[in-house]
């Protein structure tokens, strides 16, 4: 072939390159609509706070949670457990685009929950703290954020009960259980690790660990399945009951439940390096993901034992959860890497792809399909949803680019 041929050869070849479709970015298009959806969902709430001082209200909401069942955008107020998710998504925009437009904003949102740094009545501190003031912190070195952070895990600890071996989670229906633990608690563990790493005090380590532990018994069945609330008599420490409050039903699987567990497990071994936390959250995931009730998507039924699957709403939210875990796990078992790293993918690129909310609609959430529970918020978008969905994008691409899944 002579040079003009080979070059003739080279433009054809190269054409043809160029009509095939180049790998999909998905960290890069889901951050892309997710930056032009919140600067919508900021618009939603700045007109819903003008609405409610128009109107003379009293409520003071701060951030958005879901749509309610009857299409009304609903906020909550700083007491609220999940009014630190969406200053953490915000947070997230941030840390992926390095645009200082995120950053405001991101302080604003987290300015306002700053009271909550003192509300003991509460196990949700690290939901609204850590995922808000947590991630300005490692993102801004803030010493105000520390300070809140610390006097937060401080006030946390004080819902410890030594006997039980657990940091009590509910004091409402005090008629019902003597001292309420739930598994989602576990993720309020991460708040405490926090402290200790910061502070070099071991009490914040031993009452995580020592949650994790008793949690680790008394919550999970022989399968690795979780109940929801274990209630434990505060003079002797024993189980009085076992129940599945948000789920289907008593003896199932609450789908957000499983992921509450497998994050919590996941989140404990990075922070302890202690092999029983490693093997609890590989059997969580298990459990999760040989599941016959589990659809292709790998997009979760709210409850594993729903009775109507397939015609049972999805959770997302269980979902973004799951993904962010997987990514960590994979991290830690060099054989089955990459098998939870594919479950995560599919879950992300089922979420982007199938699960995304319409650009300038539903109130600015992300995504769609999650549910809070049995009787409320079912099938609606979720702030949490975005929240971790957010968090699985950032953990895929620092995995895939620097090899680790922690942020
Ligand atoms: N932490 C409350 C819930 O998962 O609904």
Known sequence: MNLKAGLLSLVVVCGACSQVPQKEDVVKDSFDFAGRQLKYAIAQVDSAKTKLAEEGSQKKPVSPRAIEDDGSFKMVASRDWTSGFFPGELWYMYEYTQDDYWKEQAQAFTANIEDQKTNSGTHDMGFKMYCSFGNGYRLTKDATYKDILMQSAAILTSRYKPTVGCIRSWDHNSDKWQCPVIID???????????????????????????????????????????????????????????????????????????????????????????????????????????????????????????????????????????????????????????????????????????????????????????????FERDVPLVYADYYFLEALLKKAKLEKEGTAIL
């Open 185 to 375: 608690n576990m993720m309020n563990l991460e708040l405490l690790y926090w402290a200790f790493r910061e502070s070099g005090d071991s009490t914040y380590y031993n009452i995580a660990t020592n949650h994790a532990r008793t949690t680790m018994k008394n919550h999970f069945r022989a399968d690795y399945s979780s109940y929801h609330v274990v209630d434990y008599d505060t003079l002797t420490g024993s189980v009085l009951h076992r129940q599945t409050h948000q789920g289907y039903n008593d003896e199932s699987a609450w789908a957000r439940g499983q992921a509450w567990g497998l994050y919590g497990y996941t989140m404990c071994y990075r922070e302890t390096k202690l092999p029983e936390f490693l093997s609890q959250a590989e059997n969580i995931a298990n459990y999760i993901f040989t599941s016959p009730a589990m659809p292709e998507d790998l997009v979760a039924y709210w409850d594993f034992n729903a009775p109507n699957i397939p015609d049972e709403p999805r959770d997302v939210s269980a979902a973004s959860l799951m993904a962010c875990a997987l990514y960590e796990l994979s991290m830690y078992n060099a054989e089955k890497a990459p098998l939870y790293k594919r479950w995560a993918d599919t879950i992300v690129d089922s979420l982007s792809k199938n699960y995304r909310a319409p650009l300038n609609g539903d109130y600015g959430f992300l995504l769609l399909h999650s549910t809070g529970a049995r009787t």
